[in-house]
């Protein structure tokens, strides 16, 4: 009994270290479980149309300071009757090669009615909605939107990862409605530190980011 116990013993810590995040990263739901998150790249449900390389769980991994920056933004969102819904943050970087090869692979349009509808695939990269290199590589920038917390996703305009000029920050494409909805999660962000990107409503950086470098690490 007692080598069975020893036994398992080693056998969780080998998980524990399996599992083990880089120092200065967390799953966001240890430090803030009451965000919702919708991890699309772990699923079919993105525009690339399929997993993404380097998500093996529907987990968020995030840089710690970012993390508790979040939970920042949810406790005074609550206080107007939101919420955050997270839908990325850290990337690896071989998901974001995985990105680069669908662009070029110009064939594949099966998602093009949903995100991009009204620009080419051939425009993406040189437009500033995909790139090479991304900021979320470094773990504190995240992809998110705003919910309500009696129920469902408020309205800002266009679904996450819509491609085109209807997704920016200044469009006037969208209702006056959605533009307060932008500005509202904009002005939440902004407060506790983080700048947005003006292509894309939902995606937000640390403004005092922990790491200067990209990591390549799975997400599971």
Known sequence: ????????????LFRATASALPDGFVYLEDVAPSIQTDARYATSN?????????????????ARRAAEALKLVQADLKKEGYGLKV????????????????????????????????????TLARDGYIAGRSAHSRGSTVDLSLVK???????????????????SHNSNAVTAAQKVNRATLKAAMAKRGFRH??????????????????????VK
């Open 87 to 122: 839908f990325d943050a850290y990337r690896p970087q071989r998901a974001v090669n995985h990105f680069m090869r669908w662009v070029r692979n110009r064939s594949d349009q099966r998602t093009k009615a949903k995100y991009y509808p009204n620009i080419e695939k051939s």
């Open 149 to 167: 917390l009696e129920g469902g996703e408020v309205d800002m305009g266009t679904n996450f990862d819509f491609f085109g000029p209807e997704s």
């Open 1 to 12: 009994m007692k080598n069975f116990a020893i036994a398992i013993g080693v056998l969780l």
């Open 46 to 62: 993105n525009f690339v149309g399929k997993k993404v390389d380097g998500y093996k769980a529907k987990k968020v991994i995030i």
């Open 197 to 218: 990107y003006d292509k894309e409503w939902w995606h937000y950086t640390l403004n005092n980011e922990p790491f200067s470098r990209g990591f390549d690490f799975d």
